[in-house]
């Protein structure tokens, strides 16, 4: 038994080296949330999210007074417990996915530390593949958007994500001009962000077959998932549901429907990795190719989402890309970016990375 002794929150601001832009939002800062979790057993738990409003509902300081309740709920229960610490979490308050995710990752690290095991097999994975991230070219000008693939490929990353989700003259002509820029060699895969509506999906999808795209994110609203299906019947392009693939019971409710192509599992989404793990069950037997994504956690949270990607042979996609974005590193130890976009996970036990010492020191905190 670990008993959680103390838990205490920190706010994450970074900077980015330069603003990402979605269809949805215009991002230039990092506003994250840390959890450590220690027990009186001397172990010392770390997790982080990365709240997003448009697409989990939260944002730092909904997850910092939410994150509150949690600590006091969970001291003096055993972190062991994985389950029963989130079925508490998820029996005191509904939804708030991202905060809990941030409690789930600590938890395991807890969990892993204490069985002398690497996350990665903690949770049944193994090193049978080599992880490549993708690195994303946000929205812009369709000049701009060719320069920055450009820099992509030179960087020799093995595939490129484009933002789209404008409209159809400007969207087909921006994946033109990076295809002109790039050439045909180089996977292409897109993410509307929700920006199209069905009949613009359609024709835009339709348009860009001759592009050879990979798949295409979230097309359409994420209400509108009963028309995903239809969608998906017209598109030559293969359909990733993402904001509308929040956690297991929406992935089941996309395969009864036979909406979509593929999954997009992020652990902000999915309330951590024990809820991730139910979807990658449900898409392996379901024959469903999955990516594992994140929204902007450093390096910290993405290495969570790195040892999730060993643990199932349907994640065929890695969008990792994120923590490169951030004009400060605050981490110790954690997954490893090396040339072409290859991702190595750490292997000692738990999740490998924690915070400097320093930079939490600095960081506006509050303990539970």
């Known amino acids: 038994m670990q008993t959680i002794l103390d838990v205490t929150l920190y706010k994450l601001r970074i900077p980015l080296i330069e603003p990402f832009i979605t269809s949805l939002a215009r991002e230039t800062h990092v506003n994250n949330v840390l959890v450590r979790i220690r027990t009186a057993g001397g172990l010392t738990g770390f997790g982080e999210c990365s709240p997003y409003m448009p697409v989990n509902g939260e944002s730092m300081d909904t997850c910092f007074i939410v994150g509150q309740y949690f600590g006091r709920l969970l001291k003096g ?19 708030n996915s991202s905060i809990k995710s941030a409690f789930d990752i600590a938890l395991h690290d807890i969990r892993g530390q204490h069985d002398g095991l690497p996350l990665y097999r903690l949770l049944g994975g193994k090193r049978v593949k080599v992880l490549e991230t993708d690195y ?9 958007m060719a320069a920055d693939a450009v820099k992509v490929k030179s960087a020799g990353y093995p595939s490129i994500k484009v933002k789209l989700g404008e ?26 962000n929700q920006g199209w509506d069905l009949r613009s999906a359609a024709r835009i999808l339709k348009d860009l077959e001759k592009f050879g795209i990979t798949h295409c994110e979230e097309p359409i609203p994420r209400w509108d998932f009963m028309n995903l299906k239809k969608l998906r019947k017209k598109s030559p392009i293969p359909i990733m549901a993402d904001e509308s693939c929040g956690d297991h019971h929406d992935a089941e409710r996309l395969i009864r429907l036979k909406a979509c192509d593929q999954f997009n599992i992020k652990l902000g989404k999915t309330g951590g990795l024990c809820g991730a793990l139910k979807i990658l069950k449900l898409a392996e037997e379901a024959g469903i190719v999955c990516q594992v994504g994140a929204f902007m956690e450093s390096r910290l949270g993405m290495t969570a989402s790195a040892h999730l990607a060993l643990c199932s042979p349907a994640v065929k996609y890695c969008d990792f890309d994120t923590p490169l974005m951030h004009a400060e590193d605050v981490v110790e130890g954690g997954l490893i970016y090396k040339p072409n976009g290859v991702v190595e996970v750490p292997d000692a036990p738990g999740l490998g990375a924690q915070i400097s010492k320093e930079r939490l020191e600095g960081m506006e905190r509050v303990d539970v």
């Open 136 to 144: 994303t070219v946000s929205l812009d000008t369709a000049e701009k």
């Open 77 to 95: 229960r055993d972190a062991l417990d994985i389950e029963g610490c989130l079925r508490e979490m998820n029996r005191l308050i509904y939804g």
């Open 167 to 192: 409209n159809r003259k400007k969207d087909v002509e921006r994946i033109r001009r990076i295809r002109e820029a790039v050439g045909d060699e180089i996977p292409v895969s897109i993410d509307a």
